[in-house]
């Protein structure tokens, strides 16, 4: 490997715990950390893996380095991973130049906040891995290799669901090569069954909530034109390969003759490698074409298939160079995103400004607002907000508080947004009944929609940075009644009583 690798990795580095140091924590982010707070067997989007892999993070502090911390370790154990999967097959000069380009790729390197798409891309990465191995070692009907790759295999599902979308590459590949096929199937469904049975076990109690979202709401949420869904994935996808690509173009060395093409070296990893990215992005092609649109975090659980697989196609030569082009293109984007979080008044202030003022003033002025809030909530049961995202951000920002103890939880109602539905799960409607609660709202218009379900209403107005907002502290929350109107044909609309199983969210004040 060349010299500068090693100055250049630094400075890189050093520029990314720059950014998990000033990046300030908002959007699905804090949504997360509320998972993570609220550890349970599932939530109302996604499986639960995301909440269990920051609840211990969370139980030890909620600062945004230390719970990012993850982030970049698993990024970290996926690039050692991929540099010992290829170094058995094709030497170390090739691993390390694989392993590298996967670690400063732009998606990767840049994914310093922790979001479901790391624990798939962790556990999707470990799986295929020791798949790969189990294959060639099988020597009998059951494998302990294949078990522990469905193992894996099952934390990733418990991750997102795009994991289901290896199966195919995997089953194509292991079922040209296996020895006892079959045994192999068993092996690994033996050990992927613990972790889909306790989903749907989860699901079955708690209003099959991950499946109505992603079947139903989310399928409706993300609807476009084909021109649409199909050019913003070849655009995604131009984005994730631009260093592999940019490679090829003339500046680029070419490759010295029988170099890494050499015949007499393995093709299948290479193979391997390559049905693990095309596949699943062949199902997203698919979903594109039917209108469904895509997320460029979607890919990331490719990336690690991806970059192995082109240092091994196109050969370490064509891999440095995409690694020289992969650092530039991370080192321009975390500077100036750096640049931007130093900065945000300066830098992104004009145009957050015309967009989500109000939510830019909240992440600019947390301290403020955290202290003005503090002052009006002490001794109130529970603190209100319409919107799920602000939601989350103030439960971390009120955890971070010097007196946090004297805050009360924070939780989010009537939203009417088809996302942010974990807080279904951890509001205790019944524990409200007659008492003070606070909620707030943007403005400093009344509450008189509200004004029935309480005995009083006082309302505290306040303003930061032309932005008006009130605090209003409500006296003898009439709770149930307040549920059965507001709360009941919400929660009905988005959880439908034809399903089989439990919903016990719908009736929550039966144990009074």
């Known amino acids: 490997m060349p010299r500068w690798l090693g100055a250049v990795a630094i400075l890189l580095l050093g520029l990314r715990i720059a950014l998990s140091v000033l990046f300030p924590v908002f959007g699905d982010e804090a949504y997360y950390y509320y998972w993570g707070a609220h550890p349970a067997g599932g939530f109302y989007d996604l499986p639960p893996m995301i909440g269990w892999w920051l609840s211990p993070m969370v139980a030890v502090s909620s600062s945004p380095v230390w719970v990012r911390l993850p982030s970049f370790l698993a990024s970290l154990a996926v ?3 991929l540099f010992r999967l290829i170094r058995g097959d094709r030497g170390a000069h090739e691993a390390r130049t694989a392993a590298c380009l996967f670690f400063f790729l732009p998606l990767p390197f840049l994914a310093l906040i922790p979001f479901p798409d790391l624990p798939l891309m962790v556990f999707s990465f470990f799986s295929a891995a020791v798949f790969f191995r189990g294959v060639r070692d099988q020597r009998r009907f059951f494998s302990a290799s294949l078990a522990g790759a469905g193992l894996l295999w099952g934390c990733a599902f418990l991750s997102k669901y795009f994991a289901v979308f290896l199966l195919p590459a995997m089953l194509l590949w292991g079922w040209t090569r296996g020895r006892h096929r079959w045994g192999g199937i068993v092996s690994f469904a033996l050990g992927a069954v613990p972790p889909v049975l306790q989903h749907l076990e989860w699901n079955h109690g708690h209003c099959w909530s991950n499946f109505v ?8 949420a993300f609807e476009g034109t084909v021109v649409q869904t199909t050019g913003m994935l070849i655009l995604h996808c131009l984005l994730v390969a631009a260093p592999v690509l940019l490679a090829f173009l003339p500046f680029a060395k ?4 029988g170099g890494v093409s050499d015949q007499t070296k393995s093709a299948d990893l290479e193979r391997y490698l390559f049905l ?5 992005l062949g199902i997203f092609a698919l979903t594109a074409l039917r209108g469904r649109g895509q997320g460029l975090h979607w890919l990331l659980f490719l990336i690690p298939f991806f970059a192995g697989w082109s240092v091994l196609r196109a050969g370490e030569r064509r891999g440095l160079w995409s690694l020289r082009i992969a650092m530039a293109m991370s080192f321009l984007f975390s500077s100036a995103l750096i640049g931007s979080m130093a900065f945000p008044r300066e830098v992104l202030g004009g145009f957050f400004m015309q967009r989500n003022h109000s939510e830019f003033v909240a992440i600019t002025s947390k301290g403020a607002m955290t202290a003005s809030f503090a002052g009006h909530l002490a001794g109130t049961k529970a603190f209100f907000i319409d919107n799920y995202s602000l939601a989350s951000f103030f439960h971390v920002e009120f955890r971070n508080h010097p007196d ?6 924070v939780n989010s109602w009537m939203t009417g947004s088809r996302f942010g539905r974990a807080f279904d799960w951890t509001v205790r409607w019944a524990e409200l009944e007659g008492q ?5 709202r943007y403005g400093h218009g009344g509450a008189s929609d509200l004004a029935p379900y309480f005995d009083e209403i006082v309302a505290n107005p306040m303003a930061f940075e032309d932005v008006n907002f009130t605090v209003f502290r409500g006296k003898g929350f009439r709770a149930r009644e307040f549920w059965l109107a507001r709360v009941k044909p919400e929660l009905e609309s988005f959880y439908p009583p034809f399903l089989p199983g439990k919903c016990p969210i719908q009736e929550p004040f039966d144990a009074i």
């Open 404 to 409: 946090a103890r004297s805050l009360p939880p």
């Open 79 to 81: 690039a050692v991973g």
């Open 254 to 257: 070419r490759p010295e003759k």
């Open 276 to 280: 693990l990215w095309a596949v699943p």
């Open 436 to 440: 003070e609660i606070s909620f707030f």
């Open 213 to 220: 979202f992603n079947l139903v709401v989310r399928q409706k």
